[in-house]
């Protein structure tokens, strides 16, 4: 069985989806990745193994600021030739879906979110983009037609795998098809340290990440904060924030899960599709305080592994972190929990699909 993997970017930062390809390209070695920017010094595939689109050649600070490359990414997915392979499977936060295959190759998608600046996001989106009132047309305008190209793109996906019930609700309502949830692979290998005295939240810095919302509660308990990660948002955070609240950068896996190890708990303010950081978090041996939305909803038990807020306020967030300083959480049942996201509950869930939706051996 011939298998290729499509994967929208790679030429920044990684992420959870760039870890769902990570996997998939470990349960198939042998498959090539198609993307349509791919930068050799972020990401350590073969050379040999990567295929880009005709956007590689585009200058570098375009290649960094993807949204002036809109207009051309449609004909970038739909040039590659697919007729070779028996199953394509598109690891998609936005536009690998959208590929065309040979009617003999089976296309599963396994989708991170619709495209969320132009459906769910959009009106937030549109009010992110500081623009006057001509280029806000031509936005809306563009966003339009993308979003006929997206739905069409849809229709061409032979199955949906979707990575949260958040992401399967959002699947149904917008590109009105059915799917079936594998949850991304985490790496679930149990950690624990002697806890310090601080919090963490992490992520990209981006207004989405709702970082301001911890920021604000922060500021008023006065209880530290680390702020793991970078992005465009960072100094307007850093305007924000006390000098009880810390701003690390990026920092490396191993600092990464150190720090996670050692904090009294997790900050999870913003509604994501899935949110990997949770799971981490849990691996880690440490507790998750979340916003009661999204993803975090099917990773975080209750009083067992962390504890909600139900409204995005520095108030709600602050009356969970004292209900969280009031529990015990058994490190046990937080390394169980990770252990139902693992590497190998991914691996058996994918081939299984593969199996299941293809007719080739």
């Not at 193994?49 to 600021?65: E, M, N, V, Y």
């Not at 609240?245 to 899960?257: C, D, K, L, P």
Request: with cysteine.
């Amino acid at each position: 069985m011939k298998v290729a993997l499509v994967h929208d970017w790679l030429n920044q930062k990684a992420g959870g989806a760039e870890q769902v390809l990570d996997q998939l390209a470990t349960i198939f070695p042998e498959a090539p990745i198609y993307t349509m920017i791919y930068n050799p010094e972020r990401f350590n595939y073969p050379e040999e193994r990567i295929r880009t689109s005709f956007l590689q050649s585009a200058p570098d600070f375009l290649k960094q600021r993807s949204r002036y490359l809109l207009p051309l990414i449609p004909s970038a997915i739909e040039a590659w030739d697919f007729s070779d392979f028996d199953v394509v499977i598109s690891s998609s936060c936005a536009f690998s879906k959208n590929i065309i295959t040979h009617e003999g190759t089976i296309h599963i998608s396994y989708c991170h979110s619709p495209m969320r600046f132009a459906w769910d996001y959009w009106p937030m989106y549109l009010n992110e983009q500081q623009v006057g009132p001509l280029r806000r047309a031509a936005i809306r305008r563009m966003v339009g037609r993308l979003r006929l190209w997206d739905y069409a793109g849809a229709a061409r996906v032979d199955h949906f795998i979707a990575n949260s019930k958040t992401t399967q609700a959002r699947i149904q309502k917008y590109y009105r098809r059915s799917s079936e949830i594998v949850y991304p692979p985490v790496d679930s290998t149990p950690h624990q340290a002697d806890k310090d005295d601080y919090y963490v939240t992490l992520g990209m810095l981006t207004p989405y990440k709702k970082i301001d919302l911890a920021i604000e509660a922060f500021n008023i308990s006065g209880k530290p904060l680390k702020v793991i990660g970078d992005g465009p948002d960072r100094t307007r955070l850093e305007a924000l924030a006390a000098e009880n609240i810390e701003f690390t950068g990026y920092v490396t896996e191993e600092e990464r899960t150190h720090l996670l190890a050692k904090a009294r708990g997790l900050i999870f303010p913003n509604i994501e599709d899935f949110g990997i950081a949770p799971v981490d978090a849990m691996a880690a041996g440490t507790a998750v305080i979340a916003y009661a939305a999204g993803g975090a909803t099917e990773t975080v038990i209750e009083g067992q592994t962390g504890i909600f807020f139900t409204e995005q306020t520095a108030r709600a967030l602050n009356e969970a972190v004292l209900k969280a300083e009031t529990q015990e959480f058994k490190l046990s049942d937080l390394h169980a929990r990770a252990d139902q996201f693992s590497y190998r509950q991914f691996h058996d869930a994918i081939i299984a699909t593969v199996e299941r939706h293809s007719d080739v051996e």
